[in-house]
């Protein structure tokens, strides 16, 4: 079991419940990280009426992009203040995407899945990041490009992102069958249903 040193929520208004800081960045995933060829890499976005949106790597990157530095909170209980990523706003990617389904499911490369609510990726809440510190997104990290959603506890922020599918109900993804709330908000502590 890994032991991570931090303060107490006590002395860090900043913590959420039942967190505590830490300087690293510890490393925890569902399975092997995958290798992901940027030259085969796509991402896109599945609505209703079947594949809507499609970006290769290059197109992808081509994008406008933000610098974000948001807290990020793991159900493992760290949190990291102020991390630097730079990504896409999925504002931007869902800019010409029509949909009248309220809900996503999230896939990444090696099969994980987590689902989300629509609103909860939307107005400038969440990107997909391939820059972290400066620099690309180490696998391990989920590179080339992960999901940040940093309002949510991190196992909704999927490593190695490869698409989003609309759904008509929140349907639970990963960790969700095992468990994991349904939403995620570390503020009110929802690690498990």
């Avoid at 208004?13 to 085969?40: H, K, M, W």
């Avoid at 996503?104 to 990041?129: C, F, K, Q």
Wanted: charge should be negative.
């Amino acid at each position: 079991m890994a032991v991570f040193g931090g303060r107490h929520r006590e002395s860090n208004p900043s913590l959420p419940p039942g967190q505590y800081e830490t300087q690293s960045f510890p490393v925890l995933s569902a399975g092997p990280t995958p290798e992901i060829d940027t030259a085969e890499w796509e991402f896109f976005i599945h609505t209703e009426t079947g594949p809507s949106r499609r970006w290769t790597w290059d197109q992808f990157r081509a994008l406008p992009a933000e610098d974000i530095t948001p807290d990020i909170h793991c159900v493992t209980s760290w949190s990291k203040f102020d991390t630097p990523w730079r990504g896409v706003s999925l504002d931007t990617l869902f800019a010409d995407v029509e949909t009248d389904l309220d809900f996503v499911m999230a896939h990444s490369y090696g099969g994980y899945t987590t689902n989300l609510p629509l609103e909860e990726i939307l107005d400038g809440r969440a990107w997909i990041a391939y820059e972290y510190d400066g620099d690309d997104l180490e696998p391990e990290h989920g590179g080339p490009a992960r999901l940040l959603v940093p309002h949510l506890y991190f196992w909704k922020s999927a490593k190695w992102i490869r698409g989003l599918v609309m759904q008509s109900e929140d349907n639970p993804g990963f960790w969700e069958q095992y468990g994991y709330h349904n939403h995620g908000d570390p503020w009110r502590e929802e690690r498990y249903a």
